[in-house]
């Protein structure tokens, strides 16, 4: 009768665990991506007030120009501000 030193016990595989890492996304792009053809003078005004730099003509081919981007790398409030204002005055947002 011969006794190993050496004896191995079974070895029970670690189950992985891979945790879902939740991605938070904390900066929100805001395009313009359609407006009520009644209400496109003031939403052009309204887009002014919030471009800086930008005047009526300016503004108003880019109320013509849609989809269009009104500002990205904004926080979800400002994003949410943004989409209640053109909301407002005819204008369809949407926030990605």
Known sequence: MTIS????APVAAAPVEEEEEKIVQSLFTVKLVKYDDK???PLI???KGLLEGMNLVQAKKFVESI???VKTDVTKEEAEALKASLAKVGGEVSVE
């Open 39 to 41: 209400q496109k003078v």
């Open 5 to 8: 030193i050496f004896a191995q």
């Open 45 to 47: 005004k309204e887009i």
């Open 67 to 69: 989809p269009a981007v």
